[in-house]
């Protein structure tokens, strides 16, 4: 029984030490097809707020290997919505979304790190394009790939500022929002 129990004991101790390069070397199929939420966390003279949208265009570009994928993701910024009409136009018109319609993250390389069971650790490092303004960021999360999707969630800290991006202050300087945002990605890519 002892032999039996060492046996079992080096598999698993084997198979931790595999399995997780095996998931960071797996090929990761394209998908053309994106789903999911795109939101920001941001604070003003009020309290705290999300803005939030589904409205998501995308697509994954696969390799053979995790850190060889490409793809992007957009929305329209007027799709983006925080539940109070009155600081939603607010919003639409920091953005100016006639004259800048999309936001959109473009995402040029991925830096897989620790593994989890099924998920890995990954930085996504591209460039966010937000009120005409591109700037390079990195967007830490987990992914996760099964059979038929990839599944993103992850978040990245943005200053509103760096995007040009003005008319943060309300009635005569009242009403103020935090330049500093957090944006959130929950992203299933499928076929």
Do not use: Y
């Amino acid at each position: 029984m002892m032999p039996t129990r060492i046996i079992a004991r080096v598999a698993v101790a084997l198979a931790c030490a595999v399995m997780p390069q095996a998931v960071v070397a797996q090929a990761i199929p394209g998908q053309g097809a994106v789903r999911g939420e795109l939101r920001f966390e941001g604070r003003g003279s009020l309290g705290a707020f999300v803005g939030r949208t589904s409205q998501l265009r995308g697509a994954l570009i696969g390799a053979a290997t995790m850190d060889g994928v490409h793809g992007w993701v957009e929305s329209d910024a007027k799709t983006l919505v925080t539940g109070n009409g009155r600081r939603d136009r607010d919003m639409w018109k920091s953005l100016e979304v006639e004259r800048f319609p999309t936001v959109r993250f473009d995402l040029d390389a991925v830096a897989p790190g620790a593994v989890d069971h099924d998920s890995v650790a990954v930085t996504l490092r591209g460039r966010f394009t937000i009120h005409g303004v591109v700037r390079e960021s990195a967007v830490r999360g987990w992914v996760r790939v099964d059979a038929t999707r990839v599944h993103f969630h992850g978040h990245a800290p943005l200053r509103l500022t760096d995007f040009g991006i003005g008319g943060l202050s309300k009635a005569f300087g009242l009403l103020k929002m935090d330049p500093d945002v957090i944006v959130r990605m929950e992203l299933v890519f499928d076929g």
